[in-house]
T-cell receptor, first 115, second 109 residues
Framework: SQTIHQWPATLVQPVGSPLSLECTVE??????LYWYRQAAGRGLQLLFY??????ISSEVPQNLSASRPQDRQFILSSKKLLLSDSGFYLC??????????????FGSGTRLTVV | TQLLEQSPQFLSIQEGENLTVYCNSS?????LQWYRQEPGEGPVLLVT?????EVKKLKRLTFQFGDARKDSSLHITAAQPGDTGLYLC?????????FGKGTMLLVSP
C-alpha cells in the first residue's frame, strides 16, 4: 500500500533562518506531488506541484522554493524565513494531477512557526 | 479560474442534530470530492462523486452531486462529537484540484 511521510511535525524557526521540509512517498512510482499551506483552520493554498523529477510548477510567488531530486521525494525550502511564512504545511500525492478518481492523499503536516 | 464556495463557514451543533453543508461553483467539474480534516492532521478523502445527480452514502453521511455538476451537498444525520472537523470540498477539472475554504463543524456532547 502507498504511504506518505512528512517531517518534522512541528518546527520553530527564527526570522531569516533557512527552511527545509521533506516529504517522501512509498509504494507507488511517478506520483504527482504537491505542497500546500493552510491558514489556521481554513482552506488550502497550493504552493507547488510536480509531475516528475526536476519538474516544478509554482502556483504563487513566494519566499519559498521546491525541488524533486528523486521520484518519490519532494522538498520545500526557503533561504530566509519571514514571519508570514508561518503556517501549516501539507504534502500530498496523487496518481493523476486532476485527482479525478482517487483524490489526493495528504501527509500529516508540519506546523511551522517563525519567531 | 474555478472557485468553490462553501457554506456555512462555521457550524456549532449539539450531538444528535442533523446538518447540511454546501459547496457551490459557477464552473462545471468532472468530479467532486469531500475531505475531512481533524486538528493537526492532513485532510482525508471521504468520497468522490462523478455523475450529475449522484448520491452516495457513507454511514450517517450523505453526499449529493448537483445535476449540472457545479455543486454538492453533505448531509450528516444524528451528528456525533467524532464528526467534528473541517470539511473541505474539492473539484476536479483540467488542472490540479480546486479546494473550497471549508466548513468547520463542532459537535458538542
Amino acid at each position: 500500500s502507498q504511504t506518505i511521510h512528512q517531517w518534522p511535525a512541528t518546527l520553530v524557526q527564527p526570522v531569516g533562518s533557512p527552511l527545509s521540509l521533506e516529504c517522501t512517498v512509498e509504494g507507488t512510482s511517478n506520483p504527482n506531488l504537491y505542497w500546500y499551506r493552510q491558514a489556521a483552520g481554513r482552506g488550502l493554498q497550493l504552493l507547488f506541484y510536480s509531475v516528475g523529477i526536476g519538474q516544478i510548477s509554482s502556483e504563487v510567488p513566494q519566499n519559498l522554493s521546491a525541488s524533486r531530486p528523486q521520484d518519490r521525494q519532494f522538498i520545500l525550502s526557503s533561504k530566509k524565513l519571514l514571519l508570514s511564512d508561518s503556517g501549516f504545511y501539507l504534502c500530498a500525492w496523487s496518481l493523476s494531477r486532476t485527482g479525478s478518481s482517487y483524490g489526493y492523499t495528504f501527509g500529516s503536516g508540519t506546523r511551522l512557526t517563525v519567531v | 479560474t474555478q472557485l468553490l464556495e462553501q457554506s456555512p463557514q462555521f457550524l456549532s451543533i449539539q450531538e444528535g442534530e442533523n446538518l447540511t453543508v454546501y459547496c457551490n461553483s459557477s464552473s462545471v467539474f468532472s468530479s467532486l470530492q469531500w475531505y475531512r480534516q481533524e486538528p493537526g492532521e492532513g485532510p482525508v478523502l471521504l468520497v468522490t462523486v462523478v455523475t450529475g445527480g449522484e448520491v452516495k452514502k457513507l454511514k450517517r453521511l450523505t453526499f449529493q452531486f448537483g445535476d449540472a455538476r457545479k455543486d454538492s451537498s453533505l448531509h450528516i444525520t444524528a451528528a456525533q462529537p467524532g464528526d467534528t472537523g473541517l470539511y473541505l470540498c474539492a473539484g476536479s477539472g483540467y488542472s490540479t484540484l480546486t479546494f473550497g475554504k471549508g466548513t468547520m463543524l463542532l459537535v458538542s456532547p
